[in-house]
């Protein structure tokens, strides 16, 4: 596809291998490949410590130098001119969801690489370092909180916080991390940062469907998250009347419609997601005692938000009332909606047209670690389409001239903010 290939003659150098980006990127998904052609690598399992194994090995052969921090962050370095300048980083994150895809977070650490392989290639000095981080735990689908390590970095949760997190099995984060190997001797913040561009697909149908090339990130919808307890009492299903039950599931139902009805009542941006549920004791004679159940409510408008989450609660106490059940629900984690900086928005813009790929501004959908780097450096991101809008499911996909073009923009707003050293190596 030549669509979003620049003129003939177009001479905007340098540019990345898309090729290469592309390989990498194939090679990379084959860590946890799953049978429909997606990634399964939740965090700081094996394959998580696989795929660090591998993008670490290509990071140092790129001549980086790495560092790994308190909760397992990475952090890959190519040193600049002046000793003293902070650095201009890229990255996101390499776990998936359960059932993901080959690019959410693999395609902006893998550009980060391909920007390193690029100036390399080049024997391009730059005046500031460079580098790419690799964030830990981004999905949040194993530990709570979502972006748990960008966030421990920002100083949004404290380490212990984050460390004695459990997933389902009731294994701690920092049990999960010493298993992999990756609790590193650096420092969980405090890094002096130029700034932070992340390369992402959109996640959403927006750029495919009016076919623009590059989405010139402004900002993301603010988020919460919610573990939901429903406590009834396990009875047998055959003598037990209907009329006395305490069925912990039908409150959990109920939920879940009144989730999916707030969410549409606060069209077109509010969004609200039930996609977790452990049933108690889980077996088809017993009505259910306990339900365990997520929620994720997401809004643009942090006063439209704090509404959604005041309806959320009164829905629960309702159908509590209503069907003689006890519900806990508590928050677990949330964040405002995020606007990025103006100048590295201005930036992503500037590499977007000097390359002459379509472009349009727009907001995330979905979470990313830039929201919580956006809170200790200036931030964008730079959103590719992927087909059909498709994302968090294995058929996720995108287009290598897309992929190419991300990361060509990737690489011109590094560059703007590291600048050229006038000496080469
Ligand atoms: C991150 O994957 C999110 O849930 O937005
Ligand atoms: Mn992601
Ligand atoms: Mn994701």
Redesign the pocket.
């Known amino acids: 596809m030549s669509t979003v290939s620049p003129p003939r003659g177009t001479s905007l150098a340098p540019r990345i291998d898309g090729e290469r980006l592309w390989g990498s990127l194939m090679e990379l998904a084959a860590i946890g490949a799953t049978a429909k052609g997606g990634v399964s690598r939740l965090a700081l399992t094996d394959l998580d410590r696989q795929a660090r194994d591998r993008v670490i090995g290509w990071l140092r052969e790129a001549g980086c130098a790495i560092e790994i921090d308190g909760v397992g962050n990475i952090f890959a370095t190519r040193a600049g001119r002046d000793p003293h300048a902070p650095v201009v980083l890229t990255g996101s994150h390499i776990d998936t969801?359960p059932s993901g895809g080959k690019f959410?977070?693999n395609y902006g650490v893998l550009a980060g690489l391909e920007v390193i392989r690029t100036l390399n290639d080049a024997k391009i000095a730059t005046r500031k370092p460079v580098g790419v981080a690799i964030w830990t735990n981004?999905?949040?689908?194993r530990f709570v909180p979502?972006?748990g390590g960008s966030g421990a970095f920002a100083g949004v949760f404290p380490v212990e916080k984050i460390l004695a997190e459990r997933d389902v099995e009731g294994v701690t984060f920092g049990d999960a991390l010493d298993a992999i190997g990756y609790r590193g001797a650096a420092p969980v913040g405090g890094r002096a940062l130029d700034g932070y561009f992340e390369a992402h697909i959109e996640?959403g149908p927006i750029l495919e469907s009016e076919a623009k090339t590059i989405g010139l990130v402004t900002g993301?919808?603010g988020?919460r998250w919610y573990d939901c307890v429903w406590t009834g009492e396990d009875a047998h299903a055959g003598p037990t009347p209907m009329e006395s039950r305490h069925d912990a599931l039908q409150g959990a139902a109920r939920f879940v419609e009144a989730v999916n009805a707030l969410a549409l009542r606060f069209a077109p941006d509010g969004r609200g997601t039930v996609g977790f549920m452990q049933v108690k004791p889980n077996s088809r004679n017993v009505v259910p005692g306990t339900v365990r159940m997520s929620v994720?409510l997401?809004h643009p408008d942090d006063a439209k938000l704090a509404a959604m989450d005041g309806e959320l609660s009164a829905a629960a106490r309702a159908i509590a009332s209503d069907l003689r059940l006890e519900c806990e629900l508590k928050q677990v984690a949330q964040f405002a909606a995020c606007r990025f900086d103006a100048a590295c928005v201005s930036q992503v813009r500037a590499a977007a047209n000097a390359f002459g790929y379509s472009s349009r501004e727009i907001v995330?959908?979905?979470?990313?670690d830039a929201v919580y780097v956006a809170r200790v450096a200036p931030t964008s991101m730079v959103f590719i389409p992927c087909t059909g809008g498709i994302?968090?499911n294995e058929l996720e996909d995108a287009l290598p001239d897309h992929v190419e073009a991300g990361a060509n923009v990737l690489l011109h707003a590094m560059l703007a903010r590291a600048g050229i050293a006038a000496d080469r190596p």
Do not use: I
């Open positions: 969801q959410d977070g981004e999905e949040g689908s979502v972006m996640q993301t919808l988020l994720d997401r995330s959908g979905a979470g990313h994302s968090h």
